[in-house]
């Protein structure tokens, strides 16, 4: 063999490792058996029933995925950051992840207006992120090339859904819809007003501060209004408020709580306090079926499976906790899309062609180039105080973004 | 609008602005208190009332109590915890003798740590109630709706407000207060202990809080930021001029009224602007607040 065959060889086989070789030195978090995917949310503070639970439930289902062999031979290695859903831990979260840890991707975020706070940063970073449960409007509407979200539901999507479901099965004309002063509750009620004008109805909303105290003035005016329903699109501390109060001042028509405002059922009825208050209450939920139900058996068992000690103890599996799976069901098909040597513009271009059922939320899992908000539609419950009777189909927002 | 809404909406409105005014009222008496005897602007009352709710909580959730012991028990808890802190932290801040904003520095320090610990408990986050000692039911006064608990708030904060005035005026322990309110050289120089004197202020101050906490939180809900309710008892002592006992309960009756009729009369989104609003007008129109008496100019 000659001096020049042998350097042929020794090139053709350096450029087969190169082609097999699935670590490129340019994509970040890959190595030729590991895709590694930062993930962050609220492992601790205040908005921690927010996001913990969500956080557990993706990570078992990676763990799952592991399990049946990875993604074309890769397994997933999570890096975790809390981000206590406060903006400057959100950034700083963000970036210790793409910078340090090197990220192939992030799948993170579980408090809508915090995690916009990272938008800017992600854009420039060309870095994948699929949200978590956040609905992250404000992240999302303009879309940005390579930012996806709303698994759970977005905010506008939140507020279309529930005028869908007063007007087509409450047969409400008037709707009163209390909301919040913030961007949040804005977002929520673009939705709501674009539904209620596609519906032919009257939508009669009324905004406060998450802070209130006295919730009087809302509900007197929403009782005065002449409302046929009254929808609740606050957090669950004015919701339990506005709720009672609505006992109180004989408020008799029905009441739909958004999903904002459910983060446990069981205080919810006990901070209310009376039976009475529950004659007429409709709760909005986007799974598929009931927390706990046959039809999401496997995400529960799961759960108990991986965390047995934090099963066992009280007020666990937080509320959300399902929501976490879809995101992450979202991320492992990208990655399969993108075959055996994903790069993030393949992942980023799979993420564009999402489209399936992921049998845990209400309507299927869409994702185009110029909409990536995940999820638009809600299940409804007749809750009495104490049990859930499902209300047949599902509610879906017609809201689409319009460039502004 | 209509007449007949209008009346409703009046009614209505001073009705329940009464009920949480009185609320407003009972926290703006203990901040006036302490200012008044100590000079220090307590920044740790809401938590206070925050934690008072929370021991509430533990001792009928946990422990078992039955809320006619926990609710006792844990007003006298909540007075001899403020005591404790007058005696323990204050004294020796107020000893070091460094500015008086280390006073307050002081208070706005425990209400981090007062958050903190109910945080840490692991019920802080979830918006908590604990059962109301009265019954659910309804009367109508006029067109106006109130709850038997509405009731039994309102009633009750006026009987404290009427024992609280009654010791300040009447006793002696009352009268030593006001005394080093007035001049605390001169009330040490006729021999009224200055230490004892500011303990038992701050002791009130923690009871008044603990009930206003009982009375409270099973209508309002309980959260580690139930404290930012304080704010409305600042607005209601500022209104009321803030040395002023009877000012701070006028005061509170005024913000919790104004809250109900600005959010029925003019927008719901103002109803948390509504009490500084009215702390500017009583600022440019009355500085020394509705009940601070004449303005006065001392020469220095």
């Known amino acids: ?404 | 609008m209509n007449t007949e809404i209008v009346f409703l909406f009046l009614q209505q409105g001073i009705a329940s602005g009464l009920v949480t005014g009185s609320v407003y009222a009972l926290l703006a008496l203990a901040l006036v208190i302490v200012f008044r005897t100590t000079d220090v602007a307590n920044f740790a009352e809401g938590e206070f009332y925050m934690a008072a709710a929370y021991l509430a909580f533990f001792l009928i959730a946990l422990v078992g109590l039955p809320i006619w012991a926990a609710a006792p028990a844990m007003v006298v808890g909540i007075a001899v915890a403020a005591g404790l802190f007058q005696r323990v932290v204050l004294r020796r801040v107020a000893a070091a003798r460094g500015v008086s904003v280390n006073l307050v520095i002081a208070t706005l320090g425990l209400s981090y740590v007062l958050k903190g610990f109910v945080r840490a408990t692991g019920f802080g986050d979830t918006p908590r109630s604990f059962p109301s000692v009265v019954p659910d039911g309804s009367v109508t006064l006029g067109q106006a709706s109130l709850s038997y608990l509405d009731l039994a708030i309102l009633g009750a904060a006026l009987a404290v407000m009427a024992a609280f005035f009654a010791v300040f005026n009447l006793t002696r322990t009352g009268r030593a207060m006001r005394a080093v309110g007035m001049n605390r050289r001169a009330a040490q120089l006729v021999g009224i202990n200055l230490g004892r004197t500011e303990r038992l202020v701050w002791i009130f101050a923690g009871g008044i809080s603990a009930v206003a906490a009982i009375l409270i939180a099973p209508k309002l809900l309980m959260t580690a930021e139930m404290g930012g309710v304080v704010t409305l008892a600042f607005a209601a002592a500022i209104v009321g001029g803030f040395a002023s006992l009877p000012g701070a309960v006028v005061g509170g009756f005024i913000i919790g009224i104004a809250e109900n009729l600005v959010g029925l009369f003019v927008s719901t989104r103002a109803i948390n602007v509504a009490p500084f609003v009215i702390i500017m007008l009583v600022l440019i129109f009355k500085p020394q607040g509705l009940f601070g008496g004449r303005l006065r100019v001392r020469k220095v």
């Open chain 1, 1 to 404: 063999m000659t001096k020049h065959s042998l350097c042929r060889i020794a090139l053709a086989v350096a450029a087969l490792a190169g082609l097999a070789g699935p670590a490129r030195a340019d994509e970040p978090g890959l190595t030729p058996t590991t895709i590694r995917i930062g993930m962050f949310g609220p492992l601790s503070g205040a908005s921690m029933a927010y996001g913990f639970d969500v956080m557990n439930a993706a990570r078992m289902y990676y763990d799952k995925i592991n399990k049946e062999g990875g993604i074309h031979g890769r397994k997933i290695e999570v890096v975790q950051e809390d981000d206590r859903c406060n903006a400057n831990d959100v950034v700083a979260a963000v970036k210790k992840l793409v910078e340090q840890d090197g990220v192939f991707l992030l799948n993170g975020g579980s408090c809508s207006a915090p995690v916009v706070a990272a938008k800017d940063y992600v854009v420039r970073s060309g870095v994948p992120w699929v949200m978590l449960n956040a609905s992250g409007d404000g992240a999302l509407y303009p879309p940005q090339p390579n930012i996806y979200g709303a698994f759970s539901i977005s905010q506008r999507a939140m507020g279309g859904s529930v005028v869908e479901f007063a007007s087509k099965e409450l047969k409400a004309k008037k709707i009163a819809y209390i909301n919040h002063d913030d961007a949040y509750g804005a977002w929520n009620l673009e939705g709501a007003r674009f539904q209620a004008k596609d519906n032919g109805v009257t939508l009669v909303p009324e905004a406060v501060s998450p802070s209130i105290t006295d919730v009087t003035a809302p509900v007197l005016k929403m009782r005065a209004s002449g409302a046929d329903a009254l929808v609740i699109a606050t957090y669950a501390r004015p919701a339990q408020l506005i709720l009672k109060k609505a006992q109180e001042l004989g408020f008799n028509k029905p009441i739909v709580i958004a999903v904002n405002a459910i983060a446990n059922l069981k205080q919810l009825a006990e901070n209310v306090g009376s039976k009475d208050a529950f004659r007429n209450v409709y709760i909005e939920e986007v799974l598929a079926a009931k927390p706990g139900s046959e039809k999401l058996a496997w995400i529960y068992d799961l759960y108990k499976a991986n965390y047995p000690d934090l099963a066992g103890k009280p007020d666990h599996p937080q509320v959300y906790m399902p929501y976490g799976i879809p995101s992450a069901m979202t991320v492992v098909r990208a990655l399969q899309a993108a075959g055996p040597n994903p790069t993030r513009a393949k992942v980023i271009e799979a993420l564009d062609r999402t489209d399936f059922d992921s049998g845990v939320m209400a309507g299927p899992i869409v994702l185009t180039k110029t909409e990536h908000a995940a999820q638009k539609a809600s299940t409804y419950f007749k809750f009495d105080g104490e049990g859930l009777t499902a209300v047949p189909g599902s509610f879906a927002s017609r809201w689409t973004y319009q460039g502004q």
